[in-house]
């Protein structure tokens, strides 16, 4: 368990703060101070955590225990030992007014960004009935000031900053230092272009229909109501591009095509009227995907000819599909059937090209029969040379071109790679630490060696799980590529890179006879004994027994 007080500087407790604790893989715990400003977090108790303290809607700065403004600054702190107290410097508060035609703006949303590196990234709020608010909490270095801009949101307006303008570049930066108040300049919304226009069918209207138009890098949306009209206010200015879908219609762009091609240039307060969408009646795509038991986790996704517009579709139980709203022409269908135990990939035919699937308007009557292909899979154990499972390790594999496979080591230290083509992988497991002063691990190569041009590499057929995929990795405090246990036992320096030096002075670096398994005090080749790369010491992991099984 962590525990501990959170107070302000005057001393008095801190009720409603936000309290995260972070191990070093950044996964979290949350919890919240009470009224006293005691707070506590069940956590597992063989991890070490950094501790975060967020006083959300409080004029407090958040930081980390002890004191730090950074997560990698921050102390670890180890389940069950000290309290861990913090005290919560007072914030800078940035206010002002918003308004439109002159009225104060009631309800809208307003977002305090910093700009600096010293700056809480956002404080959100919202206006009173006179248009004003006030961000709290907000960051700087001591006695500094940082920059933030203001953000405004508010339904029937572009989204704006102040000083009424669509772009950040085009922001005013506002100079907020901590225990002040930075007075903002009003803004006075802009209206944007309002955007009107009607959907037609077949049949005539398109009713209720989802309609959106993008524009200035934001996208407004509305509905087509009972006689297939529609209209948008607050679309910012700039190239406009609109598009309309509903179930039995084709999603259609406008003018009236499967994809973008054409976009409408607007500008503020323009009126543009008679937009007009002709939606054809839906083709789709239906068939089956053939594979064995539950198939409702495969996701598929039709991509038309250019590879530009995707509509996707849940498959079901029994593997039936139907993906409409498509638009007459030729679609290919890409497979997401990871979940399943199949490969993610395009529908191919016999000779692995991909399949092309010709629709019609108007009809689906087009089956299709989708059999993935069989993945295979790697499962194992990565732990370090302590017997102690490594959390949070990456599994990489490689095989030519192919599509790299990645996961992850759970907290027991056990991997599951999946999603795999039948090839030659090799195998490399690697621990990238967030910081650089957390304790590492070398990375490590199937099977067993820590140089990767002694990397083997692991066949698989498809469908086949590899069983007993496990990696052993050298513990590397001190970041310098080379494990603690082969430094402690050739005298060299754990707790400081020496990876560059040369112990022996005969002209190879340490880091180098650690990956040829070299001795670095012996001048003459391997006489003080040789590990063959393993970089272990003797601590040999090569050879391990594959025992496999086909699903």
């Known amino acids: ?69 950074d997560y990698c600054d921050a102390a670890l702190v180890d389940p069950g030992q000290d309290e861990v107290d913090v005290m919560l410097p007072e914030g800078g508060v940035l206010s002002g007014v918003v308004a439109s035609g002159g009225e104060p703006v009631a309800g809208a949303i307003v977002r305090c960004r910093g700009e600096s590196t010293r700056a809480r990234d956002e404080v959100a709020t919202t206006t009173d009935s006179d248009g004003v608010y006030a961000c709290e909490g907000l960051d700087s270095a001591s006695s500094e000031a940082a920059d933030y801009t203001v953000r405004v949101e508010q339904p029937g307006h572009p989204d704006q900053y102040v000083p009424g303008v669509i772009s950040s570049t085009e922001a005013t930066l506002f100079r907020v230092q901590r225990g002040m108040t930075t007075e903002a300049d009003p803004i006075e919304l802009l209206d944007g272009v309002t955007v009107s226009g009607w959907l037609d069918g077949s049949d005539g209207p398109v009713v209720g229909a989802s309609v959106h138009l993008y524009s200035g890098g934001q996208v407004v949306s509305t509905v087509s109501d009972a006689d297939g009209g529609f209209q948008a206010e607050g679309v910012p200015e700039g190239d406009l591009i609109a598009w309309a879908s509903r179930e039995g219609w084709s999603l259609t762009y406008w003018p009236d095509d499967d994809r973008p091609m054409q976009a409408l240039a607007v500008v503020e307060d323009e009126v543009v009227e008679d937009l007009t969408l002709f939606l054809e009646d839906e083709a789709a795509l239906v068939g089956l995907v053939e594979v064995e038991g539950d ?25 039936a599909f139907r993906i409409g709203r498509l638009h007459e022409g030729s679609y290919s269908l890409f497979v997401y059937a990871e979940p399943e135990g199949y490969l993610e990939d395009y529908a191919r035919d016999a000779d692995g090209e991909r399949r092309w699937f010709d629709v019609e308007y108007g009809t689906d009557s087009y089956p299709v029969l989708i059999e993935p292909q069989e993945a295979a899979a790697f499962r194992g154990t990565v732990t370090d040379e302590q017997g102690a499972p490594v ?86 405090s001190d970041h310098d590529g080379m494990g603690d246990g082969w430094e402690d036992r050739h005298g060299l320096h754990v707790g400081r890179n020496d990876a560059a030096e040369d112990k022996d002075q005969d002209g190879v670096a340490n880091l180098t006879e650690y990956l040829d398994g070299t001795n670095p005090n012996d001048t003459v080749g391997c006489r003080g004994g040789c590990d063959g790369g393993t970089g272990a010491g003797g601590f040999a992991f090569l050879g391990l027994l594959l025992v496999r099984r086909r699903r």
């Open 1 to 69: 368990m962590l525990s501990g007080v959170v107070t302000g500087p005057d001393g008095a407790p801190l009720a409603g703060v936000t309290v995260v604790a972070y191990d070093t893989q950044l996964a979290s715990t949350v919890g919240t101070s009470s009224e006293d400003g005691t707070w506590s977090l069940e956590v597992p108790d063989d991890r070490r955590y950094r501790v975060r303290f967020v006083p959300l809607g409080q004029n407090h700065v958040e930081r980390y225990h002890v004191g730090a403004w």
């Open 295 to 319: 198939a409702s986790g495969i996701t598929l996704l039709a991509f038309n000819d250019a590879g530009t517009v995707g509509i996707g579709a849940q498959v079901e139980e029994d593997g």
């Open 391 to 476: 959390y949070g390790a990456t599994v990489y594999a490689t095989s030519g071109e192919l599509d790299p496979g990645l996961t992850k080591t759970a907290e027991d230290g056990t991997y599951e790679l999946r999603g795999l083509s039948a090839a030659d992988w090799e195998v490399e497991v690697f621990q990238g630490q967030y910081c650089l002063n957390d304790p590492d691990h070398v990375s490590v190569y199937w099977a067993g060696t820590v140089d990767a041009r002694r990397a083997s590499t692991i066949a698989v057929a498809a469908g086949e799980v590899v069983e007993d995929v496990d990696f052993v990795m050298p513990i590397d």
